[in-house]
């Protein structure tokens, strides 16, 4: 075998257990031993990458406004070093969680240039194929236990999973679906495609990644993807306005509707929760009468109209969120960076200490950076989406991927405390590949 091709092959084989393995609890240190030889091939393809390339020259790629919001950002980060609570905590979560996390995203953008550049003929094109097919295989996975589990439960048992917490699950199958969503409209309206297999089995694919979001039974999970339905349907509109007939124009958004509204009907239907949903918001917001929110229990949630008691993750959801919006009013310039500034806002103001996170990613991230380290984030963001745009409207279907997996994590994080640990690597490393495909216009694959 050429070594090319031995190149591709151990790279796209380490990739599909790397993303496999990710969201399984208690295999760090396997995790981290695969990444190292990830590492190893990564430095040894600088050492034999060959001369016809297709990468993006680093210099210009630095010229590029998003990798400038990005350099600010983590100046920013750094300075809230300087007026942390505990700095050596905060510092050793900056190197580990940021840092950590930007090296992984150059590996994973620097990977892709090299495996160009080793062989021009389109192994680059390929690494998302192993990473969405791994987080497709724990939604698939998951679906076949909860089919195993029926006969013995009495009733279909949506919401039960193999390991771990429904939402680690919920986080995989969401990121597969972005990709699979890219993946089939860039087929239905730029005539590429993503993956390289028939249309039959991007729709099904897509349709199966569908029913496994349901299976899950996350709430913001669902939310998540009908964003991105959503998002999709208004870049493909406005996209390729003026090139479509107004029949096609129709029929994507008939569809788009159609499988929001498919989706979120099954939800409600197999989620009991929805029904108390409404009102524990509305209870929820006045957290001054009500203190279940202060330790986190549950024992102690409102009783509704219905003399049911409030939806536990609704109730502290919104309760907490109103917290965490006082906090950030109350010290705009952060705790310094870390994942704990929403425990260290309630141990400051209500003496209570153990706290973690808000559940919205974006508030703890701003307890602990402040509204300047927001500003920058959110700029980074609206860049980074550009660029996918750019990429999009000039023919390339993998700026559609970039865009949705950008929109994916951070509706999410919006959502849920997600922004760290193994998902901000994960997403992370996505990222980079997908922004070396979106900038190289590496070789396409028509339908």
């Known amino acids: 075998m050429k070594r090319p091709n031995v190149y591709c092959i151990g790279s796209l084989l380490l ?63 750094l300075l809230t070093i300087l007026w942390a609570v505990d700095r050596v905590f905060s510092f050793d979560d900056y190197l580990s969680e940021w840092l950590g996390s930007l090296f992984v995203a150059w590996l994973g953008y620097k990977l892709a240039g090299k495996l160009s550049e080793l062989n021009p003929g389109g192994c680059a094109i390929h690494l998302a194929v192993p990473i969405m097919l791994a987080l497709f295989a724990h939604g698939l996975w998951m679906l076949i236990y909860q089919v195993w589990l029926w006969p013995i439960s009495g009733s279909f048992p949506v919401g039960a999973t193999p390991f771990g917490d429904y939402s680690v699950l919920s986080t995989s199958i969401n990121i597969a679906f972005a990709l699979l969503l890219a993946d089939a409209a860039s087929r239905w309206l730029a005539h590429k495609k993503i993956f390289p297999w028939s249309n039959r089995l991007a729709v099904a694919l897509l349709l199966s990644c569908t029913v496994f979001a349901v299976a899950a039974k996350a709430r913001n999970g669902i939310i998540t993807i009908l964003a991105l339905l959503i998002i999709t349907m208004l870049i493909l509109l406005w996209g ?39 009102e524990s918001i509305v209870t929820a917001y006045d957290t001054k009468t009500n203190r ?54 309630l141990e400051e103001v209500y003496g209570r200490s153990g706290a973690i996170s808000s559940h919205s990613g974006i508030l703890d991230f701003t307890l602990a950076n402040g509204i300047p380290g927001l500003l920058l984030l959110l700029a980074f963001v609206a860049l980074f989406f550009r660029r996918g745009w750019l990429s999009w409207v000039s023919g390339n279907p993998w700026g559609l991927a970039l865009m949705l997996s950008l929109t994916n994590y951070f509706v999410r994080i919006l959502l849920d405390g997600h922004f760290g640990g193994f998902r901000l690597k994960m997403i992370a490393f996505l990222l980079g590949i997908l922004y070396w495909l979106a900038l190289a216009k590496p070789q396409q694959r028509d339908v």
């Open 292 to 345: 279940a929110w202060l330790d986190g229990s549950g024992d102690n949630l409102p009783i509704l109209s219905n003399e049911q008691s409030a939806d536990h993750s609704a109730y502290m959801r919104v309760a907490w969120a109103k917290v965490a919006i006082e906090g950030i009013a109350h010290k705009p310039l952060g705790y310094g960076y870390g994942l704990g500034g929403f425990g260290r806002y």
């Open 15 to 77: 990739l599909g257990a790397i993303y496999f393995i990710f969201p399984i609890p208690h295999t760090v240190v396997l995790r981290n031993l695969l990444l190292l030889i990830l590492i190893g091939i990564t430095i040894t393809l600088f050492r034999n990458a060959g001369a016809q390339a297709v990468a993006v020259p680093g210099r210009q790629a630095w010229q590029h406004g998003e990798l400038q919001a990005l350099a600010i950002l983590t100046s920013w980060l």
């Open 240 to 278: 390729q306005r003026g090139q479509l007939h107004f029949r096609r124009q129709l029929t994507t958004a008939a569809v788009g509707i159609f499988l929001a509204a498919g989706i979120l009907t099954l939800n409600v239907a197999s989620d009991e929760r929805w029904g108390r949903f409404a």
